[in-house]
């Protein structure tokens, strides 16, 4: 597999926006996830974007894509304290996933 | 909807001992991972099926074994624990889509100390 990186933690204040980052190597990868984790669960998956896309929107979630910067990107607007939890970005190749090392949220109400 | 569901959810080994977790999935999927997560790395890929009876290994396979007997079933077994073993262990099964690639679905993890 490849390296994905991610910043361990973020903190931002309820209502404000979060920008969460993630950066891949594979560029082979046709798609690109995003996967929420609360503590005590298992990962569960937010939203995913295949890789000719630059943008997605699914209600608060917006994903951008830099293919060619390798540069993988979720917002999360007006952000909640139930939005605290960690993130993982992940790229396929083959059949599998390659998984960032995850960035912790923190809601501060 | 049961999901993925993984038996036990905690255990404690002493160093030597020898223990099996099992994954159990009902959604008919083709594919299934086992991984481990320790703080700051992410999740790890131990082993993984890609269909009944077959497995393969994946980023950290030492010190494990898996067996899938039937497609719903993906066992990992651990022979002789050892302190490094200490993690938490997920489960996650995937079907195969070709418009949206390997989305993968996750069992709630399995706990395990080991002394």
């Known amino acids: 597999g490849e390296d994905v990186e991610q910043s361990l933690f973020l903190s931002v204040r309820e209502g404000d926006s979060s920008v969460i980052n993630c950066t891949y190597t594979d560029s082979s990868s046709t798609y690109l996830y995003w996967y929420k984790q609360e503590p005590g669960a298992g990962l569960q998956l937010l939203t995913y974007i295949f890789s000719n896309m630059d943008m997605k929107q699914d209600q608060r979630l917006t994903v951008l894509l830099n293919k060619k910067d390798k540069h993988l990107s979720l917002r999360i607007a007006d952000t909640q304290t139930g939005d605290s939890a960690i993130y993982f970005c992940?790229?396929?190749?083959?059949?599998?996933?390659?998984f960032g090392g995850g960035t912790r949220l923190m809601v501060k109400p | 909807n049961a999901g993925v569901t993984q038996t036990p959810k905690f255990r404690v080994l002493k160093t030597g001992q020898s223990m099996t977790l099992l994954c159990a999935q009902d959604?008919?999927?083709?594919?299934m991972y086992w991984y481990r997560q320790d703080p700051g790395m992410g999740l790890r890929l131990i082993h993984y099926?890609?269909?009944?009876?077959?497995?393969a290994k994946g980023e950290v396979p030492d010190g494990y074994n898996v067996s899938r007997l039937k497609k719903q079933n993906f066992l990992l077994g651990l022979e002789s624990a050892a302190p490094s073993q200490t993690s938490v262990y997920f489960c996650?099964?995937?079907?195969?889509?070709?418009?949206?690639?390997?989305?993968?679905?996750f069992g709630a993890g399995t706990r395990l100390s080991v002394l």
């Open positions: 992940a790229e396929t190749y083959s059949n599998m996933l390659t």
């Open positions: 959604m008919n999927h083709e594919y």
């Open positions: 099926s890609v269909g009944e009876g077959t497995t």
């Open positions: 996650a099964s995937s079907p195969f889509y070709r418009e949206r690639g390997n989305i993968q679905y």
